[in-house]
């Protein structure tokens, strides 16, 4: 069965720095992983996935992910961090119909 | 994107007492939509797969008497929470996937979320 892990329950970084938040999974076929981010009292909203193709994966809001195949990770990452960036990030993986969550990163970006 | 709905955002109920809750596909139509529960300071947990013009398909430990599933049309799925006890408070979120080429491939859209408490 696929799983993901999110290593790290916080995460915080100044505004203007570079951001990453961690994702590591475990499949038994091909990949296809998600990330999402959940605002205060809000749904779940899509970022970006990774089905095939370049390892670098470009999404929502200047999120991007790196696919490694070698190191089962898909990190979330962004050059710059806004405070408005803070929210709690889920990475997912997907098989079928069945959708795995990790455990979700709290992000706070600090002015 | 793609937009999904959820009525009601928030519902306080007596312990006993059923309470339905709409998802809602606005600008597509979705087959299959899925419901999730999310507890405080955790991830999502799936529930329950429900399926336009068939039953729904639960995950183990889910109880389906309990938490009863319809998929009426192509852009509604309800989640009625029957005989509701404390413990059954929690934030439940659905989500529709926009069809494209393979279910796995398939961009999840969310719901708002409804908070239910049971008192």
């Known amino acids: 069965a696929q799983s993901v892990a999110q290593p790290e329950d916080q995460v915080n970084v100044a505004e203007g720095n570079p951001l990453t938040v961690k994702c590591t999974y475990s499949?038994?076929?091909?990949?296809?992983l998600f990330w999402y981010v959940q605002y205060p009292n809000r749904g779940l909203q899509f970022l970006l996935k990774?089905?095939?193709?370049?390892?670098l994966v470009k999404g929502s809001y200047g999120f991007e992910a790196e696919f490694n195949k070698s190191q089962t990770s898909f990190h979330l990452k962004k050059p710059s961090a806004l405070v408005s960036d803070s929210a709690l990030y889920f990475c997912?993986?997907?098989?079928?119909?069945?959708?795995?969550f990790g455990a979700g990163t709290r992000l706070t970006v600090k002015p | 994107g793609a937009v999904v709905s959820q009525h009601p955002s928030r519902v306080i109920c007596k312990s006993g007492t059923s309470v339905k809750i709409e998802c809602r596909s606005l600008?597509?139509?979705?087959?299959?939509m899925f419901w999730y529960r999310q507890f405080p300071k955790q991830s999502l947990m799936l529930m329950a797969t429900?399926?336009?013009?068939?039953?729904?398909?639960?995950e183990q430990g889910v109880e389906k008497d309990k938490f009863l599933i319809n998929h009426a049309s192509l852009t509604l799925s309800t989640l009625t929470v029957t005989s509701a006890h404390p413990e059954d408070s929690s934030f439940y979120i659905c989500?529709?996937?926009?069809?494209?080429?393979?279910?796995?491939?398939?961009?999840?859209?969310f719901g708002p979320g409804t908070r239910l408490t049971v008192l």
């Open positions: 989500s529709a996937p926009q069809a494209g080429t393979r279910p796995s491939t398939d961009t999840q859209y």
């Open positions: 499949v038994s076929g091909n990949p296809y």
């Open positions: 990774y089905i095939t193709g370049d390892n």
């Open positions: 997912a993986v997907r098989d079928g119909n069945d959708m795995r």
């Open positions: 600008d597509f139509q979705a087959t299959t």
């Open positions: 429900s399926n336009e013009g068939s039953k729904a398909t639960y």
